[in-house]
């Protein structure tokens, strides 16, 4: 089973930048499309982004040209890099496979935006 662990959180001002990662126990970006989930109290989980072996698939329009993909090189590894953020980016974020059926969820990485 694949184990995922999500970091990069932090608390960040509104209109500042934030890196998160998530590095699976196996080389998973080989053959998995990835996915950034957001999930806010009251609210439904949403895709953010999602990433394959090759390029950027989706990007929500919420975070459209504030937010990228990024993989490493040995596929272990998807980033989300977060630009002039926003309040309302605030929430935990995990990683997953972008559709189902999703693997155990990892621990989250928790973004606080001040504003």
């Known amino acids: 089973q694949v184990k995922l662990m999500e970091s990069g959180g932090g608390l960040v001002p509104a209109g500042g930048s934030l890196t998160l990662s998530c590095t699976a126990s196996t080389d998973v970006v080989r053959t998995v499309t990835m996915g950034w989930f957001r999930r806010s109290p009251g609210q439904e989980d949403e895709l953010i982004a999602t990433r394959s072996s090759g390029t950027a698939m989706y990007i929500a329009p919420s975070v459209k040209g504030r937010f990228t993909t990024g993989v490493t090189s040995d596929l272990t590894t998807v980033t989300l890099q977060m630009n002039d953020v926003k309040p309302e980016d605030s929430g935990m974020y995990f990683c997953?496979?972008?559709?189902?059926?999703?693997?155990?969820w990892g621990p989250g990485t928790q973004v606080t935006v001040s504003s």
């Open positions: 997953n496979s972008a559709s189902s059926p999703h693997f155990h």
